[in-house]
Nanobody, 125 residues
């Protein structure tokens, strides 16, 4: 059983930056693909970015390409989401997810994911 704890959310002005972190415990972190999802009020939870369990492939939603970067540090059991040039439409609760031995693309709709509790990101315009 993998436990995931997100941190780093907050309030930022449009054009600003935030870095989200997700610390994992209870499993072999290096065996898990990791992803970031977000859910705005009244909308479905959508994938933002993902990184394969091997760390060699990534996936980004079109809306964040060129602005967000996902990375992982297996020594720290942590995955990061660097968010630059933030826009008001990036406002959402951001969730971390893990899926064993998955590709980055497999995080999009794959089942058997573990989830964190979420962290709020609010971008003021």
């Amino acid at each position: 059983q993998v436990q995931l704890v997100e941190s780093g959310g907050g309030l930022v002005q449009a054009g600003g930056s935030l870095r989200l972190s997700c610390a994992a415990s209870g499993g072999t972190f290096s065996s898990y693909a990791m992803g970031w999802f977000r859910q705005a009020p009244g909308k479905e939870r959508d994938i933002v970015a993902a990184i394969s369990w091997t760390g060699d492939t990534t996936y980004y939603a079109d809306s964040v390409k060129g602005r967000f970067t996902i990375s992982r540090d297996n020594a720290k059991n942590t995955v990061y989401l660097q968010m630059n040039s933030l826009k008001a439409e990036d406002t959402a609760v951001y969730y971390c997810a893990a899926r064993a031995f998955s590709s980055a693309a497999g995080m999009i709709a794959g089942k058997n994911k573990y989830w964190g509790q979420g962290t709020q990101v609010t971008v003021s315009s």
